[in-house]
């Protein structure tokens, strides 16, 4: 077994983390000084500034693997990207991850990764002239309408949002939350999941539409919070669909296709969130070690107390197993496809959120009370990290998936 990289994972690797370096760590006070002044939902135009350096670079849309250039429904339309493989951009994504905004920059954050995925695989030519160019492009943001407040939407088959065919149109009518993007001022359009049939397998009651966020009947009716930040400029809103109407040809796929679509999408979009988790803990930890080793308590360095030696310790024996663990489900990706690598994705999915949690967490005890504080990021990176726990599919429903596949091996034949 060979775990030496190769030239161009090593390259890549390397030409992202040195454009972090050089380009956006530098920046980050101007980053802090423009998302605090003024209107919370807004472009920050140091964003602006750092994507077209980025791009300039070739350093731009890196997460579409080989392939891709070409999609499976429509080949006529070729996607402009760097072609990385899930493994070559496993390395990038985790050090995006290290600071916040950085994905962005790179036209590399969700939910526009996942959402030009969807277009890239099943759009039309028109669906993707109109959308996924733009988007492709930076020049717009975009959101994904699955989750309901008033059903558990663990279970996606509960999702109660309408869309009824009428003439040429659909009508949409439904309550969706945690809308991620939809805060920001360029995202102008949205993929909604909901029940177009109530017949037939329960599974096969569900689609997918593209949404014009400024159709008739779309409201914002609030941003929400997660620990009490609000995470603007992108931020999570609920979002009230009320007899909405989207033009029949805005169907992706066609009805009852909305599960197909969605196991396509979450699967690379699960693994992109461990990738980038990876780089938070790598930041915890290090933020955790200098803090140690420049405070003195009892007499001594704070780092020469033997209980916080076993926590760094522990920290980079979890770092170093959790980065194994997504290599592989990536590399499982790679060379027999995602549908293969579900349950690679579904530990590392349980993992990688629970490993982070736990060094940010003492990470935040080394920094005393500062670490509860803004003059930090860890609490915001706790509390960011935390939302994985649940977001696209909770532990429970990854851990069940696991645990059956596991049982299955020494079940009796029935």
């Known amino acids: 077994m060979d775990f030496t990289l190769t030239d161009r994972e090593t390259r890549m690797r390397d030409r992202v983390r040195d454009f972090i370096d050089r380009e956006i ?3 980050q006070p101007l980053y802090d000084a423009q998302a605090h002044d003024g209107e919370r939902w807004k472009i920050l135009p140091v964003i602006e500034e750092v994507k077209a350096l980025a791009r300039a670079e070739g350093l731009w849309n ?6 891709s250039g070409r999609a499976p429904v429509d080949d006529s339309f070729t996607f402009e990207g760097e072609q990385l493989t899930n493994l070559q951009y496993a390395l990038c994504a985790e050090e995006m991850g290290r600071i916040g905004w950085a994905p962005e920059c790179f036209n590399c954050s969700a939910p526009d990764t996942g959402n030009m995925e969807v277009f890239h695989r099943y759009g039309t030519r028109a669906q993707k002239d109109r959308w ?8 717009i943001r975009s959101a994904f309408l699955m989750t309901e407040p008033a059903v558990a939407s663990s279970d996606a088959t509960n999702i109660e949002t309408r869309i009824v065919r009428d003439g040429d149109d659909y009508v949409v009518n439904g309550r969706k939350w945690w809308s991620s993007g939809v805060g920001d001022p360029r995202c102008k359009v949205a993929i909604v999941m909901g029940k177009t049939g109530t017949d037939g397998p329960r599974h096969q ?7 014009d966020m400024n159709a008739p009947g779309v409201r914002i009716e609030r941003m929400l919070s997660v620990y009490g930040y ?13 007899n909405v109407r989207i033009p029949a040809a805005d169907m992706l796929l066609g009805e009852g296709r909305g599960f197909e679509i969605a196991q396509g999408r979450l699967g690379p979009g699960r693994i992109h969130h461990c990738m980038r988790t990876i780089g938070v803990a790598e930041a915890g930890i290090e933020a955790m070690a200098r803090r140690l080793l420049n405070r003195v308590a009892f007499g001594k360095r704070i780092a020469d107390h033997s209980v916080w030696e076993q926590r760094i310790a522990r920290a980079r024996i979890d770092i170093e197993m959790t980065r194994l ?26 993992q990688a959120p629970t490993m982070a949690l736990q060094i940010l967490d003492d990470a935040i005890q080394a920094h005393g009370g500062a670490g509860v504080s803004s003059d930090f990021s860890l609490a915001h990176d706790w509390a960011a990290v935390r939302t994985l726990r649940f977001a696209d599919g909770p532990d429970e429903v990854h851990a ?3 645990a059956k596949a596991e049982l299955g091996k020494y079940e009796a034949p029935r």
Do not use: T, W, Y
């Open 25 to 27: 760590r530098p920046r």
């Open 62 to 67: 890196l997460f579409m693997p080989p392939g």
């Open 132 to 139: 996924l160019r733009p988007l492709m492009d930076g020049a």
């Open 205 to 211: 009651q569900q689609s997918m539409m593209i949404l």
């Open 230 to 242: 609000d995470h603007a400029p992108h931020g999570h809103g609920e979002v009230v669909l009320e």
């Open 325 to 350: 663990l997504c290599l592989k489900a990536a590399d499982v990706m790679d060379k027999a496809g995602n549908k293969a690598a579900q349950l690679e994705i579904a530990m590392i999915k349980v």
């Open 400 to 402: 069940r998936a696991i």
